[in-house]
C-alpha cells in the first residue's frame, strides 16, 4: 500500500533537507542512485510505467518511497526551484530527522 505525506509535513522538511543535507533531483537521476537513499518522493505527474520502475527500484533496495499528492510543478516549488521535479531522492538528511517521514513511507 502505497502512503501519501501531507504537503505541510513535506514541505518543511524537504526545505531543510536541500539547505542542510544531498538530494537527487530528477527522475532519470533518482533511478540511477537509489541504492543507499534514506527516501525516495515521487509526484504523480510520472506515468504508470515510471513510477512502477522507481517502486520496483526501490524495493529491490529497501529504500523507502512514497508518493507526492501534487504535480511535479508543486514538488519543485516546495523545493525551490524554479521547474519541474517528479521525482527526489534524499540521499543524507542533514539537520533533518526523516523518522517521521519514513514511518509515513
Known amino acids: 500500500m ?3 505525506i501531507s504537503e505541510k509535513n513535506l514541505e518543511k522538511s524537504l ?4 539547505k542542510t543535507g544531498k ?25 504508470k510505467e515510471r513510477i512502477s520502475e522507481v517502486v520496483d527500484t526501490c524495493k529491490s533496495f529497501s529504500v ?7 504535480t511535479s510543478m508543486d514538488l519543485g516549488r516546495i523545493c525551490g526551484k524554479p521547474f519541474l521535479i517528479s521525482a ?8 533533518v530527522d526523516l523518522s517521521t517521514l519514513i514511518e509515513q513511507a
Not at 27 to 42: A, F, P
Open 15 to 18: 526545505r531543510a533537507v536541500i
Open 64 to 70: 523507502p518511497f512514497t508518493e507526492f499528492k501534487g
Open 88 to 95: 527526489i531522492s534524499i540521499k543524507l538528511s542533514g539537520a
Open 2 to 4: 502505497i502512503r501519501v
Open 23 to 47: 538530494v537527487v533531483i530528477g527522475t532519470k537521476e533518482v533511478s540511477r542512485s537509489i541504492k543507499g537513499s534514506k527516501l525516495v518522493i515521487y509526484s504523480l505527474s510520472l506515468s
